[in-house]
């Protein structure tokens, strides 16, 4: 499923980017024999040292980069059932991350970016996704609350979205 710059442009408004990070539950057989050889074919460089190398790792993302292009691919490696929302991308079907689980990736990330003025356009999604997008309010907060990211989304939305 499709995350980050262009999961927030689909949810909130349009905004360029430089890569594409996606999110796949998938198993270490399969990265092999399916997803490793169709990212090659896209023209991608693939390493797949450092997918096992990201998979023992709590960070759990490989960046991959284009053959022709300065573009990137980050590729987050999920353990569990993937949460996502059909949709389409230039006409083409595909899968974004649910907003709320979105929202609390750019409240993640907005805690640990340092410095803070970085992490304007985090915010900017996070305004624009609320905007734009019915979002499930009650398990955004409440999911904050755990990973500590609710002063954030207080901030965020004190002056509305």
């Not at 399969?30 to 023992?56: C, E, H, I, Y």
């Amino acid at each position: 499923m499709l995350t980050g710059a262009l999961a927030s442009s689909y949810y909130g408004t349009p905004r360029t980017t430089m890569d594409v990070d996606i999110v796949a539950r998938i198993s270490g057989k399969n990265l092999r024999t399916k997803l490793a050889p169709a990212l090659r074919m896209a023209g991608l460089q693939v390493d797949l040292r450092r997918f096992d190398v990201a998979s023992r790792s709590g960070l759990r993302i490989v960046t991959l980069r284009d053959s022709t292009t300065p573009f990137t691919i980050d590729i987050i490696l999920s353990g569990t059932k993937l949460e996502k929302n059909a949709g389409t991308i230039l006409g083409l079907p595909t899968f974004y991350q649910k907003p709320e689980d979105l929202i609390l990736a750019k409240l993640r990330m907005i805690k640990a970016t340092i410095p803070k003025e970085r992490a304007l356009k985090d915010e900017d999604d996070v305004r624009a996704i609320l905007k734009f997008t019915k979002v499930r309010m009650n398990i955004v907060k409440r999911r904050a609350r755990g990973n500590n990211t609710l002063s954030i989304l207080q901030t965020i939305t004190a002056h509305g979205p």
